[in-house]
């Protein structure tokens, strides 16, 4: 791990099956870019997902892009029929509204702008509304609800969840303290399976 422990750091995780995981935590860029991507690369195999809305598949036979809904549903149908720029485009314009697409001020010296393409779109964002009045803001569905609804549920009725268990928990602690461990030496830290298996 580089960087510091809280606004912009990178970290590798290098596995025994010569498999690598690296993410990257910043403060940096706009607000106009969306905030979370993924990428994953297999053998012939890619999936991309673009801030847990876009996910576009490459490689996997008999699979293929998906569009999700963001955080409730809001404008759900746009995005199915617009795509990513929809989600992208109208996201940056609920930040300044009332400038309808002039360059403002976010007040800390940012100047934020309308996402613009070399092609017109076939929709302008500024004629869509915030319609949800349980939504605070236009985000997307990080799926955190369903995990605490799936928790619960299990708890109730006896069951093992299916998404993530102690073992999981523990595990992603233990890599969170290597981490941290290899940015105050300035090394990296091999993880201790058997300490690991043992739940410590």
Same mark, same amino acid.
């Given at each position: 791990?580089?960087? =510091?422990r809280i606004r912009n750091n990178c970290c590798i995780l290098d596995y025994p099956d010569g498999s690598q995981v690296s993410f990257m935590c910043g403060s940096m860029g706009s607000y106009c870019h969306w905030k979370e991507y993924i990428e994953v690369f297999g053998a012939?195999?890619?999936?991309?997902?673009? =801030?847990?809305? /876009?996910?576009?598949?490459?490689? %996997?036979?008999?699979?293929?892009?998906?569009?999700?809904? $963001?955080?409730?549903?809001?404008? +759900?149908?746009?995005?199915?029929?617009?795509?990513? /720029? %929809?989600?992208?485009?109208?996201?940056?314009?609920?930040? &300044? *509204?009332?400038?309808?697409?002039?360059? &403002?001020?976010?007040?800390?010296?940012?100047?934020?702008?309308?996402?613009?393409?070399?092609? #017109?779109?076939? %929709?302008?964002? %500024? =004629?869509?509304?915030?319609?949800?009045?349980?939504?605070?803001?236009?985000? *997307?569905?990080?799926?955190?609800? @369903?995990?605490?609804?799936?928790? #619960?549920? &299990?708890?109730?009725?006896?069951?093992? $969840? =299916?998404?993530?268990?102690?073992? +999981?928990?523990?595990?992603?602690?233990?890599?969170?303290?290597?981490?941290?461990?290899?940015?105050?030496?300035?090394? *990296?830290?091999?993880? /201790? @399976?058997? +300490?690991? #298996?043992?739940?410590?």
């Amino acid at each position: 791990m580089t960087g =510091d422990r809280i606004r912009n750091n990178c970290c590798i995780l290098d596995y025994p099956d010569g498999s690598q995981v690296s993410f990257m935590c910043g403060s940096m860029g706009s607000y106009c870019h969306w905030k979370e991507y993924i990428e994953v690369f297999g053998a012939y195999t890619a999936i991309t997902v673009s =801030d847990f809305v /876009d996910m576009r598949v490459r490689g %996997f036979e008999g699979q293929y892009d998906r569009l999700y809904p $963001p955080h409730l549903n809001e404008h +759900a149908d746009e995005i199915r029929r617009y795509g990513f /720029d %929809f989600y992208e485009t109208y996201k940056v314009s609920q930040m &300044c *509204p009332e400038k309808k697409g002039r360059p &403002c001020d976010d007040g800390e010296g940012m100047f934020l702008e309308l996402v613009e393409r070399p092609i #017109a779109l076939p %929709f302008d964002p %500024f =004629d869509y509304e915030h319609t949800n009045p349980d939504l605070w803001g236009f985000i *997307p569905d990080k799926g955190w609800v @369903q995990s605490l609804e799936h928790f #619960a549920e &299990c708890f109730l009725n006896g069951t093992e $969840p =299916d998404n993530a268990d102690g073992n +999981a928990g523990t595990l992603s602690t233990v890599v969170a303290l290597s981490l941290l461990r290899s940015l105050e030496t300035g090394q *990296p830290v091999e993880i /201790d @399976q058997s +300490a690991h #298996a043992a739940g410590k």
